[in-house]
């Protein structure tokens, strides 16, 4: 668009002509998108983009432009109040990302699948383990208690063996019974 286009298309938008004023956002928004983009980083991408900030700024502009608050004497600086405005409305979107861009952290980088296969146990395993555990140490005699505890802390059955005073094959018969005992009962048994 010419110098003289833009100062004609300028005097029909302070007449508050709304198709002077849509000619004037399709004539600019490009340069304010290219204004917003040069300053916006990769994490602030991911939370807006140049388009919103350029349409924002225009929605808020809109009304001025129709009610003739602001008269510009010629096309230039008009184009150094809307890169103001622009710039501004900006400033006020990094400010409101801010606070959430300094919490957030990368995925690591074997990406979203590393989280979901992740081997850490449900929430739901975990109160199941604890109840199953409470059941087993109320139904134990004292001494296989004991047995169960240092198991339970990764002892192996020789050091079981030697801080309970059982012989190492008791503390296998003790463990293995229990597991048995404990194990869940699959519902395919019954029908063999």
Same mark, same amino acid.
């Given at each position: 668009m010419t110098i003289n286009s833009l100062d004609s298309l300028l005097d029909q938008l302070k007449q508050g002509d709304s198709a002077a004023a849509e000619q004037v956002f399709r004539t600019y928004a490009p340069y304010l998108r290219m204004v917003v983009r040069r300053q916006l980083s990769r994490g602030l991408r991911a939370k807006f983009d140049s388009m919103d900030v350029v349409q924002s700024v225009w929605a808020d502009l809109w009304s001025g432009f129709r009610e003739r608050r602001w008269s510009f004497p010629d096309a230039d600086h008009l184009r150094a109040f809307l890169? +103001? $405005?622009?710039?501004?409305?900006?400033? @006020?979107?990094?400010?409101?990302h801010s606070p959430s861009l300094e919490r957030e952290q990368p995925l690591p980088a074997d990406g979203i699948d590393a989280i979901a296969d992740s081997p850490a146990e449900r929430p739901s395993q975990l109160a199941q383990a604890g109840e199953l555990w409470d059941r087993i140490v109320a139904d134990c005699t004292p001494?296989?208690?004991? $047995?169960?505890? /240092? +198991?339970?802390?990764?002892? &192996?059955? @020789?050091? %079981?063996?030697?801080?309970?005073?059982?012989?190492? &094959?008791?503390?296998?018969? %003790?463990?293995?019974? /229990?597991?048995?005992?404990?194990a869940p009962q699959s519902s395919d048994a019954g029908r063999e």
């Open positions: 890169v +103001k $405005v622009t710039q501004n409305r900006f400033l @006020d979107r990094v400010r409101q001494a296989h208690r004991e $047995v169960l505890g /240092l +198991k339970r802390q990764g002892f &192996s059955l @020789d050091e %079981i063996a030697r801080q309970t005073g059982f012989h190492k &094959s008791s503390v296998r018969r %003790i463990l293995y019974e /229990l597991a048995t005992r404990f």
